[in-house]
């Protein structure tokens, strides 16, 4: 905790009470206030506009929620059709668990609800549910202070009738500005058949959509943007677009929001192909306390490596070496579709979900699925326990199957960050 020098008069404080002398030096209520529970805070912003104005302050929600913040939960979106998309809260902390913040997103009176595309730093980035592409409608939320607010409309105009949106990525980090960025990917078709892109970002500081950068050609699928050391990142995903058919050459792009130059490719990981298998049965690419990793799996394997990328772009290296047979001693049969031949590369019934780092190397972990539990995995001693169970599903209805198959979780950090 950073030390405070207070200086007051004495006069002040002998014609004053103890708690009018407390509240009436900023420094001082500052720091008493840092050490209240975020709940405890977001209904202290009612007490006055004086509180209100500290709370809320860009530096105090910094100082309250440095960044990196690890996350203290996970959402998992169902990928079930229904009318109204739902999640699975997975709290982090078995012996303390955080409540879910919600369990469906009810922000406005959106007939098809909304679904989180992105988490990043505390605040979501949610869109509209079972809505085409050019009337699909956008928000910002934090699930902390139960805030949002909704972006203006996408137009398409300039970029002719074939354009459509291929991506939209948010971009916050808290220690460098209260402000967040948003960034989203236009496409459209040449009379080459090659795809053309163009980048438009919208600032919560500086108001409308823009254009930024040139317009540019490129084998990514910009839907699964990630932000990390001031950029967006994405990797080129065909292989699940494409039946889990493997390429040898593969892209990893990122863009720069402060640079606004053309996109720039990063170097790929080293990843050894075992023999006869040429698509992956799981994959994680996502960012967790200013950490950016990559999973690949391919086959039915239970031993793989984690990748994390270098600051200056330079290379992927191995992080963790993960080995997750202990889990399928202690999981059979759930761990495995014993319909499946052993050599089938859905043999092993698990899907990994996110990776989230912590404040100390040891609090490092692994989160994935197995048919009717989540598993909580330590990256450094390779312990495991169990993080969630679900409620019992006849096999009828998919009870022998992972409840959230191939989905990404969007972790949870607590934000008092305005939006």
């Not at 509180?51 to 960044?67: A, V």
């Not at 939320?141 to 459509?164: D, E, H, I, Q, W």
């Not at 390429?247 to 075992?274: G, K, V």
Request: charged share 20%.
């Amino acid at each position: 905790m950073i030390k405070i020098k207070i200086k007051y008069s004495k006069k002040a404080v002998k014609s004053q009470s103890s708690a009018q002398v407390v509240a009436s030096i900023d420094d001082l209520l500052v720091e008493i206030l840092l050490r209240l529970p975020i709940k405890s805070l977001i209904r202290f912003k009612l007490v006055s506009k004086h509180w209100h104005s500290l709370i809320t302050n860009p530096r105090f929600c910094i100082l309250r929620n440095p960044n990196p913040n690890p996350a203290i939960g996970l959402y998992l979106p169902s990928s079930y059709r229904r009318t109204y998309p739902w999640f699975e809260y997975i709290p982090f902390s078995l012996k303390q668990p955080s409540n879910p913040p919600f369990k469906e997103l009810k922000l406005t009176k959106e007939p098809s609800g909304l679904k989180i595309w992105q988490s990043c730093n505390g605040l979501f980035l949610c869109r509209t549910s079972h809505v085409r592409d050019c009337n699909r409608r956008y928000y910002i939320y934090n699930p902390t202070t139960k805030k949002f607010s909704k972006l203006p409309k996408l137009c398409r105009g300039g970029y002719g009738v074939s354009a459509r949106i291929h991506g939209i990525s948010l971009a916050f980090d808290p220690a460098k500005s209260p402000h967040y960025k948003v960034l989203c990917t236009w496409g459209w078709e040449l009379d080459s058949g090659d795809y053309q892109y163009q980048f438009e970002v919208y600032s919560s500081n500086m108001g409308p959509w823009r254009k930024c950068g040139e317009p540019f050609q490129a084998l990514v699928n910009f839907e699964d943007g990630v932000y990390w050391n001031g950029a967006i990142h994405w990797i080129n995903d065909t292989r699940r677009r494409e039946y889990f058919l493997y390429f040898e050459t593969r892209d990893f792009l990122y863009f720069n929001l402060d640079d606004h130059h053309i996109p720039q490719i990063m170097p790929s990981p080293s990843i050894p192909i075992p023999d006869r298998w040429d698509w992956r049965s799981n994959w994680f690419f996502g960012e967790s306390c200013d950490h950016l990793h990559y999973i690949e799996i391919f086959g039915p394997n239970i031993q793989f490596d984690v990748y994390e990328m270098k600051r200056d772009y330079s290379k992927w290296f191995v992080k963790y070496k993960v080995d997750l047979s202990p889990v399928f001693v202690a999981c059979i049969p759930d761990m495995i579709w014993d319909n499946f031949n052993p050599m089938d590369w859905t043999y092993y019934g698990y899907s990994i979900s996110t990776l989230a780092r912590g404040h100390k190397e040891e609090d490092s972990f692994l989160i994935f699925q197995i048919p009717r539990m989540v598993i909580r995995y330590n990256l450094v001693y390779k312990t495991f326990e169990i993080a969630c169970e679900f409620e019992s599903v006849p096999e009828s209805q998919g009870g022998d199957r992972v409840p959230f198959p191939n989905v990404k979780g969007f972790q949870y950090i607590e934000s008092l960050c305005c939006v």
